[in-house]
């Protein structure tokens, strides 16, 4: 959100723009991207013993345009690519995205012509969660990187798309 | 090409076209229509299809979609609600790990393999160490057969679990997915004190396994066994009673015997149809003859034998685990061949002969002597083959994995044939594909 | 079907004929019984076998042999660049067959079984688009797992692996 960034901060914009990301970082709606094993995990995640729920981020919402996080769980493909992208172009702003597990993050142990080396030659990413597959407690933990982010309000400064690979 | 080029993939002779542009043979195909050898075309009722071709609908599910398991797309050609024809396209998940395969020595060849069935690992990391030691001529020891199939009846377990939990959720027991994998977690708590992973274990190795099973496995497998027969018998009061359940899954998505050994399908696909053709019977493997156990068989090939039967196998699997666990013997749990299976640790301070030899086992990996296999067993879906080509150096020449979900999904249009397209995802989740598999 | 001569008690013993499965050479190994059809007589061999009972057919994948041309074959085989090799099973007679046949490098083309078996479908369609081997017959001979404008086929062994060098690791891996 460049906008309110910009304006001088007095106390009732600095309140505002502190409940405003209170109220984001506390209900990040994902999207389902669910590609590979990391899926699994991420289901897992969901599920009840570790619980995504308590973070307001049960609701995986199916369209992307009532999403607001991508986290990008697996293996992409060179066929899989340009999806990727329409999705994430779809999403509305403010949105993030959590390159879960170490092929969306680096391409992982697959360093051949049918993998993306790294989402983050597709799209920006937000935090890393390094695994294979990271288990639920790492994905939490990124999501709550996530969550801190959002609050210090270091997303408002985002990097460009990197597209130079890792 | 540049990446940007790169990325304007097209698949549009993959994709679906319209009637007027589509030959006889592929009409027939998508349509489900399979031409039997043996004669006529099977229900030939069916195929009079007064179709005007602007009155249907062509749809694309996926490939990213809550309800396809994974990155499969389907295009559906629909009249109204009822579907024609269907056609999956598939390839968003390939890897190219067949290809890694041949850059990877056998001993990290595992780690590649655990990956393409990614909810039934170990099974994928048995039939590639089997082929590879029917390869080396070697024998296993008698302990590492019984752990490999000690794990790999859990996995069954666990597999299934999942596919209880998708399909619940897919018809819309919405709950459902939350009780799978509640139960999974102890399966999965017992594989992370064996191998330290609770997905892709890398645990069953060429040669035996990684490691012994830890101290008070009999305690941790026994609970297992106590704990998940009184949970099933929880989802059949969900799931197995209920009118509603019985509405979204009888009589949708049938399949005859012939159909589905025509299209190559196995695993509860064929045995849903009537078949009894179970590989840990039929043409066994390891130590299946030694334990009783029965194969489960439906009768309608429907969308509620399939699940009958999956979670039926479960029960089955429990029975196997414990005698398993009655039978299992003492002894090695990796062939005690030093130029197949690295030394213990500490004894490479001691020994300089055991330094070298690890060091050479980790770096060039051992030699397979040339020959070519083929090595099949029973995974979740149907029947898991590893086809392993070797040229006498330690990396395999060529090594395919026969995977089940990639044939099986050749099933779907015969089965979607005709029925609505509420049921295609109902249909989808009962094939149970893990894409992982189907495009490795 | 294997053709035994009988021995005679003084006239020296006659060469073993070949062991032939509806036509095509057979060699053993292990237990495992492996058909070599010529090129021209594959599918008809693949009928017969459906027709005496091998009504599954689980596995058709294509090898490249490439950089391994001297691999051991049955004598009477021509080795070809490729081959194809398809795996069949009786559910009645709980047996399985391999079929190889070899497929020459300049004219990469072999029979489909689509007719004979409808499930090799998705199987040839898988070799025509990592190894390039055309199926005639084949309904609609197209990529599967690539795009469908990819150049090349992966699974050949002059195709590089695609490899990105990464810092601290070599960038190719040595045989």
């Known amino acids: 959100m460049p906008g309110l960034a910009d304006l001088n901060h007095n106390f009732l914009t600095g309140t505002l723009e502190n409940a405003v990301k209170w109220a984001r970082r506390n209900s990040v709606w994902p999207a389902t991207f669910g590609l590979a094993c990391c ?30 996080l991508m986290i990008v769980a697996g293996r992409v493909s060179q066929k899989m690519a340009p999806v990727l992208r329409q999705v994430y172009d779809q999403m509305m702003e403010p949105k993030w995205v959590i390159s879960m597990g170490v092929c969306a993050s680096s391409g992982g142990m697959f360093n051949n012509y049918a993998i993306v080396q790294g989402v983050d030659q597709i799209v920006p990413v937000d935090v890393y969660a390094p695994g294979c597959p990271p288990g639920p407690e790492t994905l939490l933990h990124s999501i709550l990187t996530l969550h801190d982010k959002i609050r210090t309000g270091e997303i408002t400064r985002r990097k460009a798309p990197a597209g130079t690979g890792s | 090409m540049s990446a940007t080029d790169r990325l304007g993939t097209s698949e549009g002779a993959q994709e679906m076209a319209s009637r007027s542009a589509t030959g006889a043979d592929e009409l027939d195909r998508e349509g489900g229509v399979l031409r039997m050898p043996e004669g006529p075309v099977l229900d030939p009722a069916d195929l009079i299809v007064e179709v005007v071709e602007d009155e249907t609908m062509i749809i694309n599910m996926g490939p990213q979609h809550p309800s396809t398991h994974g990155v499969l797309r389907l295009m559906i050609e629909l009249d109204g609600e009822t579907v024609l024809r269907t056609k999956p396209v598939i390839g968003y998940l390939h890897t190219g790990m067949e290809k890694t395969g041949e850059e990877l020595t056998y001993l990290q060849g595992c780690t590649n393999v655990t990956r393409m069935d990614y909810l039934a690992p170990l099974f994928n990391e048995c039939v590639f160490s089997m082929a590879v030691e029917q390869l080396l001529e070697i024998q296993v020891p008698p302990r590492a057969t019984w752990i490999r199939m000690l794990l790999c009846e859990l996995n069954r377990v666990s597999s299934h679990l999942v596919f209880m939990a998708t399909n619940g959720m897919d018809v819309g027991a919405v709950s459902m997915m939350i009780y799978g994998f509640r139960e999974r977690e102890m399966i999965l708590a017992f594989f992370e004190k064996c191998s330290g992973l609770r997905l892709n274990h890398d645990y069953i190795r060429p040669g035996g396994v990684a490691a012994d099973l830890p101290d008070g496995w009999r305690d941790d497998v026994l609970a297992i066994c106590d704990y998940i027969p009184g949970r099933l018998d929880q989802y059949d009061t969900l799931l197995t009673g209920q009118p509603i359940f019985h509405e979204r899954t009888q009589g949708v998505g049938v399949i005859t015997p012939e159909q589905a050994l025509a299209l190559s399908a196995t695993g509860p696909i064929l045995r849903s149809t009537g078949l009894a053709w179970d590989l840990r019977r039929d043409l066994p493997y390891q130590y299946y003859e030694q334990l009783e156990f029965d194969v489960i068989v439906g009768t309608y090939g429907d969308t509620f034998d399939r699940y009958a039967v999956r979670l039926n196998e479960m029960r089955e699997s429990i029975r196997i685990i414990r005698q398993i666990v009655d039978l299992m013997p003492p002894g090695n749990y990796r062939v005690q061949d030093k130029k197949v299976t690295p030394p213990p640790r500490r004894r490479i301070n001691e020994s300089m002969e055991a330094l070298i030899h690890h060091f050479k086992l980790f770096t060039e990996g051992f030699r397979v002597p040339e020959g070519e296999v083929y090595v099949s067993i029973e995974s979740p879906r149907g029947e898991l083959g ?25 099933s779907l249009p015969t089965m979607m044939r005709g029925g609505f397209i509420a049921d295609a995802v109902a249909v989808i989740s009962s094939v149970d594909p893990v894409m992982g598999g189907v495009d490795r | ?154 699974l050949r062994k002059d195709y590089p692996v695609g490899r990105v060098p990464v810092q601290f690791k070599a960038a190719a891996a040595t045989r």
């Open chain 1, 39 to 68: 899926a699994i995990e991420m289901m897992a995640t969901g599920a009840a013993h570790f619980d995504i729920s308590r973070f307001g981020m049960e609701v995986f919402r199916a369209s992307p345009r009532q999403a607001d």
């Open chain 3, 1 to 154: 079907m294997t053709a035994d001569a009988p021995v005679d008690g003084d006239a020296p013993a006659p060469e073993p004929q070949p062991e032939l499965l509806h036509g095509a050479l057979v060699s053993r190994w292990r237990g495992q019984v492996i058909a070599h059809p010529t090129r021209d007589a594959y599918v008809q061999v693949m009928k017969g076998l459906r027709d005496s009972g091998f009504d599954l057919c689980s596995d058709l994948c294509g090898v490249d042999y490439l950089t391994h041309p001297g691999r051991p074959l049955p004598g009477g085989v021509e080795p070809g660049r490729f081959e194809v090799v398809v795996n069949v099973v009786s559910t009645t007679q709980r047996r399985r067959v391999r079929v190889r046949v070899q497929v020459p490098g300049d004219d990469a083309r072999v029979g489909s079984l689509f007719a004979v078996y409808p499930g090799s479908e998705a199987m040839e369609r898988e070799a025509f688009d990592l190894l390039g081997i055309r199926f005639e017959g084949h309904p609609d001979l197209t990529r599967i797992l690539m795009p469908e404008d990819w150049e090349g086929h992966p």
């Open chain 2, 386 to 410: 590893c086809y392993l080509v070797s040229d006498g150096s330690a990396r395999p020449y060529r090594m395919h994995i026969r995977d089940p979900s990639f044939a099986n999904l050749q």
